[in-house]
Every structure is written in structure tokens, then in C-alpha cells.
């Protein structure tokens, strides 16, 4: 018996030792990477080679997508295709259990048709429908088949994914007066926030989810008003079928609300959200901090309402400053913006009119904010450009014009704004260079081969400081139409680094 035990201890002294030596030949044979003594590796980038967006807006409309060239070339291919969608539920229902789907001829279960609408595959260049995307419905009795405006699911691969953005916008027919309504298509998240006027002013608010993935999503919707958060009956449970588009009104639950504030938040899956009010969208705001932007202030036009939610437990007071192209400053009536905790707050800035800028937000108390410029043109607090960024739907047509209000709050900024039509590829563009602290508006033509729409592009350059952006369309006869903060696509991701270790899991 002692001998037994004396070999089972030699046995796993000589494995322990084997498995030793592996791991000190391992260990030596590779480059350093990080902790004492080596140095740290640095994150490598590699090229996006997937990308999903979705339009979030059923009706009228022009669908805009634009791949921006960069990065590794190759190819790729984009495939729009249509989301099923569901009449707007009553608040507080359960979202799509008290919704009616509106057959359409992709499926009685919620999931698309295996044939795309359409499929793309020319980074650089862009494309537009010509009024928006029809799904056949359900043939009726008389065997006509009826269309109906869908929700659309963008999904990109290889070279198409790499800055990839598009937009839904209507624009007035020809010749005739109106406002041009136009959301933003983005990424599925899990959490979005939006600010605007309450029932008293915009009597429907409607809050539009697309589910792109093949799971379902359960959706909760939080809500702010002026006189605090709502308490009981909150409209939670919105359930969002698999590749499928659902709009839920909210407007009855808070009737008597001067502002509100919307948390969009996912407890299961994934969705694009979007709020839309008698045809304005807002925007989405980023999530609630200390530090924040608001871009793209129009150079023309009055009217200019900030909105702020402190949706924590301790009241909050914003301090505000306008980066505009004499440098920055408080405007007048912004010296300390008492927040009471879990309520919004709109203050009129008229000081601002006419003046093209961005605001800077700080707040000891964590909070979130949008703008309202005129009557219709929303903006709302964006990070900072990354790599690039992309409005893939700015119009060329006689009567709009068409800028871009870059600032830099923090050092100066340099940025590469280049353009693309249907017919055209991006150019070599125009570099704008913007002094730290200071806004700069620049004018943007279309290029040639852009009769019919244009996309734009702006590339922070090397070395250049945090710089934000806002695209401002104008009509000859209506204004500020609508405002675009420009946010980052992206053409690689970084990877960290990582290390040998010597760590382990035992279930």
C-alpha cells in the first residue's frame, strides 16, 4: 500500500513538473504584453464586417443608404428588407398584445420574407428609393393585393457595413409648401432616451420599435413629465415580435404634461426606437451624464427650447455654455438651470437665435437633454464624431440649402467634409479647421452626380480634437427644417489586447 501511494505521488509530481515546463516555454517564447517588466500591448483595430440598421418610421417617404468608403477595401452587400408592422396600441396595454398586426404579406408570424426588397453592394455611392418602401398585404376577397408603407431592416456585410447610415425622409411635392419630416435609421440598442413637448403642446406621442433580430423583445417605457415621474400604470411589457415594428401611443397616460421625457429600455432582446409627434421626430439623446453636447444650433431662424431630465434622486443644476464661432460663452438665461430630481425642464434660450453653435452641458447630477429649434427641428446631445460620420439624405433640389455646424469645446479641431450622389463616388472634399472653443457653419453643395440627393461625410483628421457636428437643412420658404446630429460610423473596431494567464474556472 505505500508504495502505491509513493508512485501516485511521483505520477503527479512528473505531470505537475511536464505541465510546468509547457507553460514556462510558452510563456518565454511570446512577446511581452503588459505588467511589470513588459510593455502594454496596444488595441488592434480591425474592419467592421457586419452592420444592421433600422428605419423605425412606417409611411411616406424617401429610404436613403450610404456605405462611406474607408478602411480595408472588398466587397460586401447590404439587403434592405421590410418589417412587419402593428396599429399603435393603447398606453398601457402590453404594446403588441392589444395591437392588430396589418397583414402584409411577410409572414403571419412576424418574420420577414427570405427575398430582400432590396440588395446593394457599392460603397461610396448613394442610393435612394424614389417614395419609400410598399409591402403587399393580404389579398382580400376581390383578389386585389393592397400596399402598405413598411418599417425597414438594413443588414450589411464586408464593405457595406463599414459606415453605413441611412435615413427616412419626406419632403412636400414639388412647387408646394410643408415640412420636411426625416428620422434618423440606427443601430439596435437596449436603452434610449428622448425629450420633448408633452400632450398640452403635441396632443400625439408615439413612440416607434423595430425588432431586427429573430428573438423577441420586451420593451418598458419610463416617462418624466414636469411634476415628477410617472407613478403606476407605466407602460411596461411592450412586446415586439421577432423582425417586426410596433407603435405604441403614450400620450394618455400623461395628458396634462407641459414636457416630457421618454426611457425607451429592453428587459429581454433588442430594438430601434423612435419618437414621432404629428410628423416632427425627436431625437435620440444620449444617456444621462455629467458632461455633454448638444450639437448643430442653426445659424438662422428663432425660437430655441432646451429640455433637461434629471432622472436620478438628488436635484440637479445645469450649467450651460454656447460654443459659437466668437467663442464661448453663458448665454442669458442659462446661469444655473435648477433640475428638480425625476422631473424635465424646458427653458426658452432666445439669446441663441440665429446663431449657429453648440451647447455645453455640466452638472454635478447626472442628466440628459435636447433642443427644439423653431417649431420643428429637434437636436439632442451626441457623442463626440469617431473615425466618421455620415447624413446619407440631404437634398439638391432648388429652395434647400444645406450646412453643417461643426464645434470643438475642448481643443481645435480639423475635420475632411466629402460628398457622394447616386451617380458619383466620394471626392478629395474640403478640410475645415476649427479654432478650440469656437463653432464653424459650413455651407455644402451638392457634387456632381447628385441631382437627385447627396450624402455627406466628415472624417476627423489626425490629431484633430473631439469635434461634434449637426447638419441643418433649410427650405427657401419654411426655414429650419430639419436638424441632424451626426453621430459616428464607424469602419473598425479596436480589439484590447490580450494577456497569458495563469487563472482558470472550475465549475
Request: net charge neutral; charged share 10%; proline share 9%.
Amino acid at each position: 500500500m505505500r508504495d502505491l501511494i509513493e508512485r501516485r505521488f511521483v505520477l503527479f509530481g512528473l505531470v505537475a513538473g511536464a505541465l510546468g515546463a509547457l507553460f514556462f516555454v510558452g510563456w518565454i517564447s511570446q512577446p511581452a504584453t503588459g505588467g511589470p517588466g513588459g510593455a502594454a500591448a496596444a488595441p488592434r483595430a480591425v474592419p467592421v464586417t457586419s452592420a444592421i440598421s433600422s428605419c423605425p418610421a412606417p409611411g411616406p417617404g424617401r429610404v436613403a443608404v450610404f456605405a462611406a468608403p474607408g478602411g480595408q477595401a472588398g466587397q460586401g452587400r447590404a439587403e434592405v428588407v421590410g418589417a412587419p408592422s402593428m396599429a399603435i396600441a393603447a398606453a398601457g396595454s402590453g404594446g403588441s398584445s392589444a395591437a392588430a398586426s396589418i397583414g402584409n404579406g411577410l409572414g403571419s408570424s412576424g418574420s420577414t420574407s427570405a427575398a430582400p426588397l432590396l440588395t446593394l453592394s457599392q460603397p461610396g455611392r448613394l442610393w435612394l428609393s424614389k417614395n419609400g418602401f410598399a409591402v403587399a398585404r393580404k389579398p382580400r376577397a376581390t383578389g386585389q393585393v393592397q400596399t402598405q408603407s413598411a418599417a425597414v431592416i438594413i443588414e450589411a456585410t464586408g464593405a457595406m457595413a463599414r459606415g453605413l447610415e441611412a435615413e427616412q425622409t419626406a419632403y412636400p411635392p414639388n412647387g408646394s409648401a410643408g415640412t420636411v419630416s426625416g428620422v434618423q435609421c440606427s443601430r439596435p440598442g437596449t436603452d434610449f432616451w428622448f425629450l420633448g413637448p408633452g400632450p398640452v403642446q403635441a396632443a400625439a406621442i408615439n413612440v416607434h420599435l423595430v425588432n431586427p433580430d429573430g428573438v423577441p423583445a420586451a420593451v418598458d417605457v419610463e416617462i418624466f413629465t414636469d411634476t415628477g415621474p410617472l407613478q403606476g400604470n407605466a407602460d411596461t411589457g411592450i412586446e415586439v415580435p421577432p423582425r417586426s415594428s410596433v407603435v405604441q401611443s403614450v400620450s394618455k397616460l400623461v395628458p396634462g404634461a407641459q414636457v416630457v421625457a421618454l426611457h425607451v429600455r429592453t428587459s429581454v432582446g433588442r430594438v430601434v426606437a423612435a419618437v414621432q409627434t404629428a410628423g416632427v421626430w425627436w431625437r435620440p439623446a444620449a444617456a444621462p451624464a455629467a458632461q455633454m453636447v448638444i450639437p448643430g444650433l442653426p445659424g438662422t431662424g428663432p425660437g430655441r427650447q432646451l429640455y433637461l431630465v434629471d432622472p436620478g434622486g438628488s436635484d440637479a443644476q445645469v450649467h450651460v455654455q454656447a460654443v459659437t464661432a466668437a467663442g464661448t460663452y453663458e448665454p442669458a438665461g442659462a446661469g444655473g438651470i435648477d433640475v428638480p430630481a425625476g422631473s424635465v425642464v424646458a427653458v426658452d434660450l432666445p439669446s441663441l437665435n440665429g446663431t449657429p453653435a453648440a451647447l455645453q452641458l455640466q452638472s454635478a447630477t447626472p442628466v440628459t437633454a435636447a433642443l427644439l429649434a423653431g417649431d420643428h427641428a429637434f437636436t439632442a446631445a451626441t457623442p463626440p464624431l469617431q473615425q466618421q460620420g455620415v447624413v446619407s439624405d440631404n437634398e439638391s433640389a432648388d429652395g434647400y440649402t444645406t450646412s453643417v455646424v461643426l464645434s470643438a469645446p475642448a481643443g481645435g479641431a480639423q475635420v475632411r467634409i466629402t460628398t457622394a450622389g447616386t451617380g458619383s463616388a466620394s471626392g478629395a472634399g474640403q478640410v475645415v479647421s476649427i479654432a478650440p472653443a469656437h463653432s464653424a457653419n459650413v455651407m455644402v453643395s451638392a457634387p456632381r452626380g447628385g441631382r437627385d440627393g447627396f450624402a455627406i461625410v466628415i472624417s476627423p483628421m489626425a490629431g484633430s480634437g473631439p469635434v461634434y457636428a449637426g447638419r441643418v437643412l433649410q427650405s427657401r420658404t419654411g426655414g429650419v427644417q430639419l436638424i441632424t446630429p451626426v453621430v459616428s460610423a464607424p469602419f473598425s473596431v479596436p480589439l484590447p489586447a490580450v494577456n497569458g494567464s495563469l487563472m482558470a474556472t472550475i465549475p
